[in-house]
């Protein structure tokens, strides 16, 4: 293997730290923030009942037959107390399943 594609492999793993060293990072500071202070609960069960269900049929692999409750990512990203964390929050999922050409805003 040449130079530059040791190099190129050494940057994708440090990308891949990265990435996860944010993720770690956002986790505790939630952790941190949420046990200094109670907040209400965010997540899928604060939806409306109309937006619960379009979610889930949205989900299905038809369109028809919804499921019960949403996968635990889904779960997870709407947890997320704000914006800057949940976009790690989706860059890390992405990251796991290695889609590369995701660029958010």
């Not at 530059?4 to 993720?23: A, C, P, Q, S």
């Not at 019960?68 to 997320?80: C, G």
């Amino acid at each position: 293997m040449d130079l530059l594609g040791k190099k190129g492999k050494i940057v994708e793993m440090l990308e891949t730290i990265r990435y996860d060293l944010t993720y770690i990072k956002g986790q505790a500071e939630g952790n941190v923030a949420s046990s200094e202070k109670e907040e209400s609960k965010k997540g899928f069960k604060c939806l409306p009942k109309h937006v619960q269900q379009m979610v889930l049929k949205a989900s299905s692999s038809n369109g028809i037959d919804a499921t019960s409750a949403p996968t635990e990512t889904f779960i997870e990203f709407l947890e997320q107390k704000n914006a800057g964390d949940a976009k790690h929050y989706l860059q890390y999922q992405f990251k796991c399943i290695k889609v590369s050409n995701f660029i958010p805003c």
